[in-house]
Structures are given as structure tokens and as C-alpha cells.
């Protein structure tokens, strides 16, 4: 079983950062693909961002690529994920999902959402324009 929760959610204004944390416990598996997602009401669930806690590749949306970094910080029986966001627009604003895989990523949109077995609560994120 492994438990998330996300932090670091928050209003800013365009052009500006946020950094969003994803901390729980993990056990069973010995390699997750973790992952970022965002949702908007009334749009589908979008994945922003993976990492693979084996080798630590990572892989991003096209919509976040150069102003997102995700990154990883796993102990042995828990897990630490980030999601540094900069240069952030109104179009960002959305609720921040991280989530768990006991699988390899194979990149963004790789695997389903329903693939990912464990999910936080979410993080709200309010660009103004």
C-alpha cells in the first residue's frame, strides 16, 4: 500500500514559481513510475511529468517542457517526489495530481491513468494573469 499527499500548491502571478511536494510511504515493489498530473474542471486529467524511481529518467508534456522539473528524493520505504514549476501562465492553473505506478514510465502518456494504483488528494494552482 502506499500512501501520498501533495503540498505546495498556491495562487501566483504569471511568471512565477511554485514548487509542489509529494511525500508518502511505500512497500512491496521495489521501482515505481511516479508521475504529475494536472485537471481542470470539465477537461481530462493531463500527465505533465514522470520519473522512474529505478534510474531516475524523466520525461515532460510539450506544454511544460523547459519550464517544469521533476525530481525524486526515495529513501528505502518512502517516497519523495517535486515538481518545480516556473514561468507559470493562467493557462497552468489547474489541480496537481501526483501519483504511483509499480511499473517502468516509458515516458509521458505512456501508461493509462487507470495504471496508476496510487493517487494524493490533489493541489490546487491559481496563475493570474
Known amino acids: 500500500q502506499v500512501q501520498l499527499r501533495e503540498s505546495g500548491g498556491g495562487s501566483v502571478q504569471m511568471g512565477g514559481s511554485l514548487r509542489l511536494s509529494c511525500v508518502g510511504s511505500?512497500?512491496?515493489?521495489?521501482?515505481?513510475?511516479l508521475a504529475w498530473f494536472r485537471q481542470v474542471p470539465g477537461r481530462e486529467r493531463e500527465e505533465v511529468a514522470t520519473?522512474?524511481?529505478?534510474?531516475?529518467?524523466?520525461?515532460?508534456a510539450d506544454s511544460v517542457k523547459g519550464r517544469f522539473t521533476i525530481s525524486q528524493d526515495n529513501a528505502k520505504g518512502t517516497l519523495a517526489l517535486y515538481l518545480q514549476t516556473n514561468m507559470l501562465t493562467p493557462d497552468d492553473t489547474a489541480v496537481y495530481y501526483c501519483?504511483?505506478?509499480?511499473?517502468?514510465?516509458?515516458?509521458?502518456?505512456?501508461?493509462?491513468?487507470?495504471?496508476?494504483?496510487?493517487w494524493g488528494q490533489g493541489t490546487q494552482v491559481t496563475v493570474g494573469s
Open positions: 501519483a504511483a505506478a509499480p511499473s517502468y514510465c516509458g515516458g509521458v502518456n505512456v501508461l493509462a491513468p487507470s495504471q496508476f494504483r496510487y
Open positions: 520519473i522512474f524511481t529505478g534510474d531516475s529518467v524523466t520525461s515532460y
Open positions: 511505500r512497500t512491496g515493489y521495489n521501482a515505481y513510475c
